[in-house]
């Protein structure tokens, strides 16, 4: 039958021999019997190593000098060489660990204040969103369609004939103006619209704008 | 009876007939959505040599949002038909949709045939310039159509607000 692996604190305390019988007992069957507590135990039991071989220091001594020490002695176990002193303080501790380790395992520490206000600007943020302040950037002129189309055959060829062809329109037209007579308009290209604050825009000028 | 007492009434009446003849158009919408209607103005400018204008001319037509203002605009070489359309959302957003036919008889003879659609958002009283023959490469055009949207403001309420003050 197999069995569930006990947790890693139980295996921790196994390890120092903190475990009272019949438990003792078959946390160590276990253990044989499962390659992965196995290696867990190995791994605690160097580390216990480890640690029991820190000397130990003055009544006196501080747990940064203690946490200092410690780091020297894994680091010399491991092979590695700390870029900084060993003497530093506990805060930059996990910074060195950090490059040490993969992007992907490193984990980041913030001040609490400065956590609490990134996550009073996200709940900000998130409350703009919700209330329809913050909306993906659109154009403010979309232009949908402008083509040129070549009339056919089919299409009126004289002005006279496009007039009767518009009022047989259905659209509606509210307003009709009628330009200067004798003008002759040409064409630059397709129509185009833009707002006037977007175009450069001058009142005219000559003729009273009203 | 006399044909000389009859000239007042018969003057009042014509001036009757004139007022409810220019109130026609804004009969046509609905009491209930007069503070939703819009007014759409219009003005169709030529321009002539050195960007001055050498003609123009104006036009209001007022509407409700989503129903379009139908203008029309007839030259000698060209026929331009643009359909306005302003929507209003809830928050008053403004939103002017702008549709246009443009023929143009160029000198050979041939016509030429565009149509754009156009969405602007504005503000209200912005104005919105519609080049229905396009724009040179500096900029300039042989005619633009100012458009501008805004509330529309009842004659008889604000004459009263007017008179109230």
């Known amino acids: ?210 | 009876v006399t044909v000389g007492r009859q000239l007042p009434f018969a003057f009042c009446a014509f001036l009757c007939i004139c007022a409810a003849g220019l109130r026609a158009q804004e009969s046509d919408i609905p009491p209930g959505l007069k503070d939703k209607a819009l007014s759409v103005t219009i003005r169709a400018i030529v321009m002539g040599k050195a960007d001055a204008v050498a003609w123009k001319a104006n036009g209001t037509k007022a509407t409700i949002p989503g129903i379009p203002v139908g203008v029309k605009l007839m030259g000698s070489n060209v026929a331009i038909l643009v359909q306005l359309t302003p929507y209003e959302d809830a928050k008053g957003n403004l939103v002017l949709v702008t549709q246009s036919q443009v023929w143009v008889k160029r000198s050979d003879g041939e016509l030429s045939y565009f149509t754009s659609l156009d969405t602007v958002n504005v503000r209200f009283g912005e104005v919105v310039l519609f080049f229905p023959l396009g724009r040179n490469a500096d900029g300039g055009a042989a005619m633009r159509v100012e458009v501008t949207v805004d509330h529309y403001a009842d004659p008889v309420l604000a004459g009263q607000g007017a008179a109230g003050k």
């Not at chain 1, 395992?105 to 900000?124: D, G, Q």
Request: glycine share 6%; with cysteine.
């Open chain 1, 1 to 210: 039958m197999e069995t569930m692996c006990p947790d890693p604190s139980l295996i921790s305390a196994f390890v120092d021999d903190e475990v009272p019988s019949p438990w003792k007992e078959r946390l160590a069957a276990h253990v044989a019997a499962c390659p992965a507590c196995e290696k867990r135990v190995r791994g605690y039991a160097g580390l216990r190593q480890v640690l029991s071989a820190v000397p130990a220091g003055g009544a006196g001594e501080d747990e940064a000098a203690i946490l200092a020490r410690i780091e020297n002695r894994l680091g010399a176990r491991l092979g590695q060489r700390l870029e900084a002193p060993s003497s530093l303080p506990k805060a930059e501790t996990p910074v060195r660990a950090a490059k040490t380790s993969p992007l992907w395992h490193r984990s980041l520490r913030l001040p609490l204040p400065l956590a609490a206000a990134a996550a009073a600007l996200m709940v900000f943020l998130a409350g703009l969103a919700a209330a329809g302040y913050i909306r993906p950037i659109r154009p403010v002129v979309q232009s949908l369609a402008a083509a040129q189309i070549a009339p056919t055959a089919a299409q009126p060829a004289s002005m006279e004939a496009l007039i009767h062809y518009l009022e047989t329109q259905d659209a509606k037209v509210n307003l009709t103006i009628e330009l200067p007579s004798g003008d002759t308009l040409s064409s630059s290209g397709k129509p185009l619209v833009v707002r006037a604050a977007d175009a450069n825009y001058l009142p005219p000028s000559g003729l009273d704008g009203k």
